[in-house]
């Protein structure tokens, strides 16, 4: 895990959009599976689903990032 969140750091913003949306068609084809009783490893879907939270996540750091680096501090921009 500590792994694939330091190769998910490394990557651009809009790299990991693209790796954004095909989690979430890759987490789509789970759930149609695991309706149609195909799935075996349902634990599949729950670790799909924390993948895709990490990924959230280190998208909205890189816009914070960049937004600080625009000339303004994190308590400028709550007093906006």
């Not at 895990?1 to 068609?25: G, H, N, V």
């Not at 084809?29 to 670790?47: C, E, F, G, M, P």
């Amino acid at each position: 895990m500590k792994k694939d969140l330091k190769d998910f750091s490394a990557k651009s913003k809009e790299e990991l959009t693209d790796l954004l949306k095909t989690r979430r068609e890759d987490l789509f084809k789970l759930r149609l599976d695991k309706s149609q009783n195909k799935l075996k490893n349902t634990r599949a879907v729950y670790t799909l689903r924390k993948e895709i939270a990490r990924i959230l996540t280190l998208i909205r750091e890189k816009e914070l990032v960049l937004g600080q680096t625009q000339d303004e501090t994190p308590k400028e921009a709550e007093a906006k």
